[in-house]
């Protein structure tokens, strides 16, 4: 039971700089889910447009976090089909779906915008032997938060963040092990994952 936790490894303004830190993460993993986890805040209808070229013929749900009681709420539309008079009053929207692996993380990251958004590789960790850490399906993997510094995605900033997921009770040591094989460390406390 529980979330993984995440460890920041990575931190800079470059975009695909984060993103090839995080593959070159993704290389590490004993074994890799066949889908990646999407998610992005689409603030203008050039990023929709932008994001419905770069995954063609997809029909997602959208998180509409414009309704008036200040809650969220669902609108289904095709981000293919649906007219600008149709996005931009619910603007900013916010997807989140899961896609085959090799076919959207890099067209993912050539439409992204300037809002918060996230690709989640899932999968386990190698066993090390010799710490007696042990992969968890459930727990481990790679995930790049675009314009954020936190795991949640819940704040913009101007960097891009890359995490390693480790095990719910939190495993420093497998942590820094990883950062140091794609040269870099650990640059914080442990976060709540997924």
Not at 28 to 35: G, K, M, Y
Not at 139 to 145: A, L, N, S, T
Not at 160 to 185: M, Q, W
Request: charge should be negative.
């Amino acid at each position: 039971m529980g979330n993984s936790r995440a460890y920041p490894v990575f931190r800079t303004t470059d975009k695909p700089a984060a993103f090839a830190q995080a593959v070159r993460l993704c290389a590490l993993l004993a074994r890799r889910d066949d889908e990646v986890y999407l998610t992005a805040d689409l603030l203008t209808v050039a990023d929709v447009r932008q994001m419905a070229a770069a995954l063609p013929g997809t029909k997602v749900c959208v998180k509409v976090r414009t309704d008036p009681s200040g809650g969220s709420v669902w609108a289904d539309l095709d981000l293919t089909t649906a007219a600008d008079s149709e996005l931009q009053p619910r603007l900013p929207l916010h997807i989140g779906e899961f896609y085959p692996a090799r076919s959207a993380d890099q067209r993912f990251l050539t439409a992204l915008g300037e809002g918060t958004a996230s690709v989640q590789w899932s999968g386990s960790w190698p066993e090390d032997p010799d710490a007696d850490q042990h992969g968890s399906a459930k727990y481990d993997g790679v995930q790049v938060v675009f314009h954020g510094d936190q795991a949640q995605a819940d704040r913009w900033t101007e960097h891009h963040t890359v995490f390693v997921h480790v095990s719910n009770r939190g495993d420093l040591p497998r942590a820094r092990k990883l950062a140091a094989h794609t040269g870099g460390e650990v640059l914080g406390e442990a976060q709540l994952g997924w």
